[in-house]
């Protein structure tokens, strides 16, 4: 159990719309992290946020962005759904404060765009 | 440059047996440390066991332990008494830099998918 809960599992989207991925972590995590990771692939990082500021982001254009909130629940928001946007889309969290040694993720939110 | 490096695509195993799973990393950044993950088919990334740059010991959690050789930047994870339950993708990430106030930001390898033979 991560405590980490994404929303939702799974969904199908068309091509030219947008969708909205939820995550929630659990409390006192204030770093959450957003993964794309595409069948057969390793994850590849899209963006962190801490205490609700992005502060990293990966190779991803701006179609792709995030909220962080002060209940420890995050968005990931894309744009302009691309067929290639088909992935398993991940959050991580963990508490900086203590130690960042332990990462967790959630189980994932499956997008099919059509 | 590949900076996590996971050489099996993929390995069958007896059940019982140990297994090691290989991963070389590359990093300049003195201060780093090593995630291991499993990932069944339902999807979620399941953290197994962390290995920091400065740790002494090799870490271990259960039947999950890190084989840690710095200095050919190798981190490899062995399970013993593997299991069917062991099934799985797993990934070995790394991360660069371990401020309290730095990038979280993991790099992944491509994976290694272990099947566990009865």
């Known amino acids: 159990e991560t405590g980490v809960t994404q929303s939702p599992t799974h969904l199908i989207k068309t091509r030219g719309q947008q969708v909205t991925l939820r995550c929630s972590s659990q409390?006192?995590?204030?770093?959450v992290s957003w993964y794309q990771q595409a069948l057969g692939q390793g994850p590849q990082f899209i963006f962190q946020?801490?205490?609700?500021?992005?502060?990293g982001r990966g190779n991803f254009p701006p179609r792709f962005s995030g909220l962080q909130f002060p209940n420890y629940s995050s968005e990931l928001n894309v744009n302009a759904l691309e067929l290639d946007d088909s992935a398993l889309y991940l959050c991580?969290?963990?508490?900086?404060?203590?130690?960042?040694?332990?990462?967790?993720f959630g189980e994932g939110s499956w997008l099919t765009v059509v | 440059a590949q900076k996590i490096t996971q050489t099996q695509p993929g390995m069958f195993v007896q059940e019982k047996e140990a297994v090691t799973l290989d991963c070389t990393y590359d990093?300049?950044?003195?201060?780093?440390?090593l995630f291991w993950y499993k990932q069944p088919s339902s999807g979620e990334m399941i953290f197994l066991i962390y290995?920091?740059?400065?740790d002494q010991q090799n870490a271990t959690e259960g039947r999950y332990s890190l084989n840690f050789q710095k200095a050919r930047k190798s981190a490899n994870l062995v399970i013993s008494a593997s299991q069917l339950g062991d099934s799985a993708m797993y990934f070995c990430?790394?991360?660069?830099?371990?401020?309290?106030?730095?990038?979280?930001?993991?790099?992944w390898g491509a994976g290694t998918k272990l099947i566990i033979k009865p």
């Open positions: 991580a969290s963990t508490q900086t404060e203590f130690s960042g040694n332990t990462i967790y």
């Open positions: 409390s006192g995590h204030n770093t």
């Open positions: 946020y801490y205490r609700e500021e992005e502060n």
């Open positions: 990093t300049s950044d003195p201060s780093y440390g």
């Open positions: 290995q920091g740059s400065y």
């Open positions: 990430a790394m991360r660069e830099g371990l401020g309290v106030d730095s990038n979280y930001q993991l790099i």
